[in-house]
């Protein structure tokens, strides 16, 4: 089956530990997204990549760094220097520019805090 | 930077009622896209609406886009336990190449 698989599917984390958040995808998108949703709350974006080797801040990106080496990975870390980490993680892509196009999205990572 | 706002955060009807949720930017649209995302899930795209004016159906659902294409809306008729979740819709931003996401409206149907 073509689509996003995120892992793991809950995280906890413990004070000053860097933790990586998985995102694969086989639907051969080029954009690929990551996304924070608090409870309540609508989708903040964190980061995004258009390309391989690129990729650029979105709304929220501070204690957070990624990397898209592979067309179908882009992962997310989770840095110390995001004091409030817990929430819930969401990795999307798109064929096209992500703003024309739908975004099909990963089953989500819960991240929480020791 | 542009801003989409949705109303009601929260909205509980009775099974059978209708149900409307409203979106609105601060800046026109070239696009605007609904999601929903059901309890414990993730987001999953509903629609998308281009033209000034436009109304589609989906069974019970009905999506309008303004005719100044910075407003939206979402109407369930007949709500079902099945429609429970919230519902989020978003537009791009001025580069295009992302989205910016309403804070969502949260159904639920009492039985």
């Known amino acids: 089956d073509g689509g996003i698989t995120q892992s793991p599917k809950y995280l906890f984390r413990k004070e000053g530990q860097n933790v990586t958040l998985s995102c694969e995808q086989n639907?051969?998108?080029?954009?690929m997204y990551w996304y924070r949703q608090d409870p309540g709350q609508g989708l903040r974006l964190i980061y995004y990549s258009q390309i391989v080797n690129d990729f650029q801040k979105g709304d929220i990106a501070e204690g957070y760094s990624v990397s898209r080496e592979k067309k179908e990975s882009f992962p997310l870390t989770v840095t110390s220097a995001q004091k409030n980490p817990t929430a819930f993680y969401l990795c999307?892509?798109?064929?096209?520019?992500?703003?024309?196009?739908?975004?099909?999205f990963g089953s989500g990572t819960q991240l929480s805090v020791l | 930077g542009q801003q989409v706002m949705q109303i009601p955060q929260y909205q509980h009807v009775q099974e059978g009622e209708d149900f409307t949720t409203y979106c609105n930017s601060s800046t026109t649209l070239s696009n605007i896209q609904w999601y929903k995302q059901r309890p414990g899930g993730h987001p999953v795209f509903l629609i998308q609406?281009?033209?000034?004016?436009e109304v589609k159906k989906q069974k019970r659902l009905t999506f309008q886009f303004g005719e100044a294409k910075k407003n939206s809306s979402l109407h369930i008729t007949a709500t079902q336990t099945t429609d429970v979740g919230t519902y989020f819709c978003?537009?791009?931003?001025?580069?295009?190449?992302?989205?910016?996401f309403g804070e969502g409206t949260q159904l639920t149907v009492n039985p």
């Open positions: 639907l051969n998108h080029d954009a």
């Open positions: 999307a892509s798109t064929a096209g520019q992500g703003g024309l196009e739908k975004l099909f």
């Open positions: 978003a537009g791009p931003g001025t580069s295009g190449s992302r989205l910016t």
């Open positions: 609406l281009v033209k000034s004016g």
